[in-house]
């Protein structure tokens, strides 16, 4: 009996026997951890390329003076203060925008550093605590802080002083609702709202 050229046996196909080795293949493949053939070559061609530059050199402004720094672009504005300009006084607490520690005055705005870009920030005017006063000659606004008792632990005392230095420049005689609703963006975990507002409004009538 002639044996037809799709037959390699008994009963068994040219392209059932070729589908059957591709599929001790596959699951020797799987059972040994190794990729099947032609797999890495796949995976290359369908890889996204990643692109990341490095860092730039930016000048940034701060406390009146010019600043240079290498900062990558997803380098926000608090961490160029604090991790690379040694500039310490905005906090790193929540980093979602949601506590106020780290407030800056950006051109005279109140903003949150965590949310802020330094890329943003290059060619404006940035003002931290650090640009307020000084130990030897503090700000009406900070010395009025000491005198309420408005700091308590102190971590937070800095967004707040810089957030009230943003009211008081926009209300330079604000009601004690103004001054509520104007650090209603800060927190305090120690609770000390009371003598924060109370000390805002000591520093208005002192001229802050």
Do not use: W
Not at 152 to 173: E, I, M, R, Y
């Amino acid at each position: 009996m002639k044996v037809s050229r799709d037959r390699m046996g008994a009963g068994i196909s040219r392209r059932g026997f070729l589908k059957g080795v591709g599929a001790g293949t596959a699951a020797a493949g799987l059972l040994t951890g190794a990729p099947p053939p032609g797999a890495a070559a796949l995976d290359a061609a369908h890889t996204p390329k990643v692109l990341a530059p490095g860092e730039s050199e930016i000048s940034l402004k701060i406390n009146g003076a010019v600043q240079k720094v290498a900062v990558e672009p997803r380098t926000t504005l608090l961490d160029a203060l604090r991790n690379r300009l040694d500039i310490t006084g905005a906090k790193k607490v929540c980093d979602r925008a949601t506590c106020g520690a780290c407030t800056v005055l950006v051109d005279g705005s109140p903003v949150y550093s965590c949310t802020m870009l330094a890329l943003e920030a290059e060619g404006r005017e940035i003002t931290t605590v650090e640009g307020l006063g000084t130990p030897e000659n503090l700000a009406p606004i900070q010395q009025a802080f000491i005198n309420h008792d408005a700091q308590q632990c102190g971590f937070c005392t800095p967004g707040f002083v810089v957030a009230s230095t943003a009211l008081l420049q926009k209300f330079p005689n604000p009601t004690r609702e103004q001054v509520q609703a104007g650090l209603g963006g800060n927190l305090c975990r120690c609770g000390t709202y009371a003598g924060m507002v109370d000390a805002v409004l000591e520093a208005a009538k002192g001229g802050a």
